[in-house]
């Protein structure tokens, strides 16, 4: 599977983005998505995902972020609202077994950047 997110860049706090990606490689409507990050010298994190059940978020995104999908263009989206200086991470997208990737550990792609200053 090839995974390319983009969409990243530097926001003020309070600000928004919207991330997307695209994901080539293997069947796509079928499959859950997701979006992860990785903060500076953290471990990398579930942030959410979208599959045939509905949408999952973490707890530390709910209500402001949203994640979404079109299936005839294979992408992924996550519309971030209300960015916070403690969501600054790489993000990922991933696909996903409940709330978990199942992804090779070489196929997570490069991600992309968000810097949100306070």
């Known amino acids: 599977v090839q995974l390319q997110a983009s969409g990243g860049g530097l926001v003020q706090a309070g600000g928004s983005l919207r991330l997307s990606c695209a994901v080539s490689?293997?069947?796509?409507?079928?499959?859950?998505m997701g979006w992860f990050r990785q903060a500076p010298g953290k471990e990398r994190e579930f942030v959410a995902r979208i599959d045939w059940s509905g949408l999952i978020a973490s707890d530390s995104v709910k209500g402001r972020f949203t994640i979404s999908r079109d299936d005839a263009k294979n992408m992924v989206y996550l519309q971030m609202n209300n960015l916070k200086p403690e969501d600054t991470a790489v993000y990922y997208c991933?696909?996903?077994?409940?709330?978990?990737?199942?992804?090779?550990?070489?196929?997570w792609g490069k991600g992309t950047l968000v810097t949100v200053s306070s």
């Open positions: 490689g293997r069947t796509f409507s079928n499959i859950g």
């Open positions: 991933a696909p996903t077994l409940g709330t978990r990737p199942n992804v090779g550990m070489d196929d």
